[in-house]
């Protein structure tokens, strides 16, 4: 049974600024060979295409690398869709996406480095974990 894995933007955009950390353990070494499943949806995407954009990243990368590495992300995840209306589950809605694309993807997991998802208290099936926990987790 393959681990299905929601993860959050934020952590694939420190991925891409420094390639370092638990982050980068999950998606160099285990996704890539294939100890889960990464879920994705349309939201998630447009997510990361809007904080890479922001301006203080303009002098880590520049468009051609933002553009292919959400095109990466496309092609590696699986995607879901939710609905365009997602009900209220976190104390930022901006969050909300998230938890829909775990309940859509049957997801197991959400990786987040976000304080407010990672205290988040759900009756969902997934658990919400860091990407240092899950990297434990997988390793044991």
């Known amino acids: 049974a393959f681990m299905r894995v929601v993860i959050d933007p934020n952590l694939l955009v420190s991925y891409l600024l420094t390639h370092r ?17 990464l879920v994705i949806c349309a939201q998630l995407l447009e997510e990361l295409n809007r904080v ?14 933002r553009l292919r590495f ?13 609905p365009e209306e997602v009900p209220p589950i976190t104390r930022d809605p901006k969050d909300d996406y998230l938890i829909a694309c775990a309940i859509a ?5 959400i990786i ?3 304080k407010d998802i990672l205290e988040l208290k759900t009756e969902n099936a997934f658990q919400i ?12």
Do not use: C, W
Request: aromatic share 10%.
């Open 21 to 37: 950390g638990p982050i980068a353990q999950l998606l160099d070494v285990h996704l890539a060979r294939e100890d889960f499943i």
């Open 52 to 65: 890479l954009k922001y301006d203080k990243f303009e002098r880590y990368f520049n468009d051609e690398t």
């Open 70 to 82: 959400i095109a990466l992300v496309a092609a590696i995840g699986e995607a879901v869709e939710i």
């Open 105 to 109: 993807g049957n997801a197991n997991f």
């Open 112 to 114: 987040s480095g976000d």
């Open 129 to 140: 974990m860091s990407a240092r926990q899950f990297v434990d987790l997988i390793a044991r």
